[in-house]
């Protein structure tokens, strides 16, 4: 947005938005202490403050636990607070590193689609584990190995790239190509990439 890292780095830190690996919360204050003091650091008036707590804490469904302190909270409740946290104030450049480590499976997919709804018009980096995560939320995606960038790219570019998708898999009576089943699948597929058989097995990728 035209500022620079050497000048304006005070401005850059105020449209940023960071949710840490792990908890950055003092454990002797409640949830709607911890969103009053962020909003204040912020920059926020206690009224716009009190109204992005109740807007986030409903769509991350802790909007019960206001009064709770943060040591009493479960550990998907926790990381769903520091998200809360690193949407105050709408910034434009959010970084979320594992924002759903220790959810439960269901909380996992809130917070999926709380990430979704607020990439609209602002940048988000997350680094996850999941690769499912990352396929759900990433328009593109970069993959690290011992520090280095092996590969980014669209989901769908990587997939095609790295010969990833569905596997069909048959079990056939002879180890020799069966004319039906390359036919059936053909059919219905432009994308079939058959392997060698292994024996009786004839695996195919999608």
Request: charged share 25%.
């Given at each position: 947005?035209?500022?620079?890292?050497?000048k304006?780095?005070?401005?850059i830190?105020?449209?940023?938005?960071?949710?840490?690996?792990?908890?950055?919360?003092?454990?002797?204050?409640?949830?709607?202490?911890?969103?009053?003091?962020?909003?204040?650091?912020?920059?926020?008036?206690?009224?716009?403050?009190v109204?992005?707590?109740?807007?986030?804490?409903?769509?991350?469904d802790?909007?019960?636990?206001?009064?709770?302190?943060?040591k009493?909270?479960?550990?998907?409740?926790?990381?769903?607070?520091?998200?809360?946290l690193?949407?105050?104030?709408?910034?434009?450049?959010?970084?979320?590193?594992e924002?759903?480590?220790?959810?439960?499976?269901?909380?996992?997919?809130?917070?999926?689609?709380?990430?979704?709804?607020?990439?609209?018009?602002?940048?988000?980096?997350?680094?996850?584990?999941?690769?499912?995560?990352?396929?759900?939320?990433?328009?593109?995606?970069?993959?690290?190995?011992?520090?280095?960038?092996?590969?980014?790219?669209?989901?769908?570019?990587?997939?095609?790239?790295?010969?990833?998708?569905?596997?069909?898999?048959?079990l056939?009576?002879?180890?020799?190509?069966?004319?039906?089943?390359?036919?059936?699948?053909?059919?219905?597929?432009?994308?079939?990439?058959f392997?060698?058989?292994?024996?009786?097995?004839l695996?195919?990728?999608?």
């Open positions: 947005l035209g500022k620079s890292l050497l304006d780095l005070s401005l830190r105020r449209g940023m938005g960071v949710c840490t690996q792990h908890d950055s919360l003092w454990p002797l204050m409640t949830v709607k202490e911890h969103m009053v003091y962020f909003s204040y650091i912020k920059g926020l008036t206690a009224r716009v403050a109204e992005e707590m109740r807007t986030t804490q409903s769509q991350l802790i909007l019960h636990q206001t009064d709770t302190l943060s009493n909270l479960s550990g998907g409740q926790r990381r769903k607070l520091n998200l809360s690193a949407l105050l104030g709408s910034p434009y450049f959010i970084l979320l590193d924002p759903s480590t220790g959810m439960d499976p269901k909380s996992r997919k809130d917070t999926w689609d709380f990430i979704k709804d607020a990439k609209r018009d602002r940048v988000i980096l997350i680094t996850t584990h999941y690769m499912d995560e990352a396929e759900v939320l990433g328009d593109k995606i970069a993959i690290m190995s011992h520090g280095s960038l092996k590969c980014w790219g669209t989901p769908s570019f990587l997939k095609s790239s790295l010969r990833l998708g569905y596997q069909l898999r048959f056939c009576n002879e180890a020799k190509p069966n004319p039906a089943i390359e036919k059936v699948v053909n059919d219905h597929t432009k994308s079939a990439n392997e060698p058989m292994a024996g009786s097995e695996k195919i990728l999608l």
